[in-house]
């Protein structure tokens, strides 16, 4: 028969060594956790790729027509890369001004058309219609044209292609 | 079997403890932890006994990286390499976890033999843990099997070298050969087909062998206990005396079975309770083995090479280190006799092995009054030390 002070030692003893044992226990579980845990959502809290492309020497556009052209962009998927071609609508406003509008109506997507005699971008799709200045004239679609980010570069245009979230009334990054 | 809370265990009151009282009723978590977790564990089991444990615990590590990894990784020729190089350089931690797994690999080698060893020279294989050993030998087979899987999987230059030669080895056998190399690469090259292969046993089917092996393993721990430290086994010592005397005096074995169950008994009567006493020894060791493993890491680097070229002529492969003494074995063979060395050595040491507890069935476990298994396992070890060291000269 165990003595009550020898009782209560052997209590402290176990209640001692149990928490050496979760402390272990948590010392293993944070130290392979973290990286673990991190590596699976890392996706989620990946900044995205700017996407800068040339489109060409400035001196291809005139001033005032607007001009469909097509860029190659590369699209990183994880670990495979691809290249896509991508529309945009090109406006030259002078030497050394351009309005580039993502090719996409903003409704559903569709690739949209220069109606010279109107002077307007018609949407084959729904019926949406635009503006030289990318304002809605009418037909679904819930914001003006999507416009891109232009600069010149030693005589080229270049364009950061990017897609936007489309039928919401914002200009959001998709 | 009681459906009271374990005398033991944490008893938290309250709503607390009703929650706990209701899962511990509904989930039978009383017998398993009668079974498990209070059983008692023999006098004299120390820090030698956490080997088996800690065998345990870096193949743990193995299966948590090793199912991050896949949340990544691409088994095909076309992707392995990017795939790879991605978590390496792109995947936030990716790095550390490919580091980890690559790593407690050489980790895992290392205790599995350390485990093995221990329990041959304390000859604890013996009488009634045969089967156990022989379960043993199995999860070592897998765990290589492991290593040759997963070589491959990087798709660089030694991951495809290592397995052409690898692959090429069981193909020089006489008569079947050809066959077994083409079943092993799943065609006549190493290629696409040997990726998938590979990948599949590594992920699905050797996971599932060991899950099977080890459980099996450990159930045969819990049932039969382990082993008493020899040297206390048969110690003539007043204090082991006084243990095997105490309380009860144990009436004339008939057999040596019966000897050996009420001597035990009486060491496991005397010992202490696996929880706590025991588990913190194993999960002190255990968090000492990820240390380690995060040292080599942190020394060593996580090594990649440039992406597989069947068409590089320069290449030297050359297996990883506890393959090596294999690699040095050969280079003493005539071509025509490789198969020899390669296949049929290894299968018969492999068998020898297995079958210890089967031939060896003499009552003594001390090691100094075994001088002809220590003397066998001795030369064994000096010669596979000595060609691992000869290969890296």
Known sequence: ?174 | MTTTAPSSGPKPAGRLGQVSGWLVERSGATGIWEAFFARKVPIGVGWLYTLGFASMFSFIVQAATGLFLAVYYSPSPDHAYDSIQFIMYQVPFGAVVRGIHHWSASVMVVLVILHMATVFVLGAYKYPRELTWMLGVGLLAVTLGFSFTGYLLPWDQKAYWATVVGTNIPGTLPFVGDFVLRVARGASQVGTLTLTRFYAFHVLLLPASLAGLLGAHLYLIVHHGVSVPPWLWDSVAPRVRAVLRHREPTPMAATREEEYHQRYEGFKREGHQFWPNIIVEDTLAAALVLLCTIGLMVTLGVPTEGPADPTDTAYVPRPEWYFMFLFQFLKYFPGNLEWVAAVVIPSAVLLVILLLPVYDRGPNRAPWRRPLAMIAGLVMSVVVGYLTYVAYQ
């Not at chain 1, 001692?16 to 809290?45: D, E, M, N």
């Not at chain 1, 990946?46 to 699209?75: A, H, L, M, Y």
């Not at chain 1, 030497?95 to 509008?101: D, I, K, L």
């Open chain 1, 1 to 174: 028969m165990q003595s009550e002070t020898a009782e209560k030692q052997q209590v402290e003893r176990r209640t001692f060594l149990g928490y050496i044992i979760v402390a272990a226990g948590a010392f293993i579980t944070t130290v392979l956790g973290i990286p673990l845990v991190g590596s699976l959502i890392a996706p989620a809290f990946k900044g995205r790729e700017s996407n800068w492309v040339t489109v060409g020497p400035t001196t291809d556009f005139t001033t005032g027509q607007p001009k469909p052209t097509t860029v190659s962009i590369t699209i990183k998927d994880g670990w495979i890369e691809q290249s896509e071609s991508k529309g945009v609508w090109v406006i030259k406003q002078s030497e050394s001004t351009f309005v580039v509008y993502s090719g996409r109506c903003v409704h559903l997507g569709c690739a949209y058309n220069w109606n010279a005699a109107q002077m307007e971008f018609d949407c084959p799709c729904h019926g949406g219609r635009y503006a030289l200045d990318g304002k809605v004239l009418g037909g679904p679609p819930p914001r003006p044209l999507d416009t891109l980010e232009w600069r010149i570069d030693q005589g080229n245009l270049v364009i950061q292609y990017q897609d936007f979230q489309l039928g919401v009334p914002q200009k959001e990054l998709a």
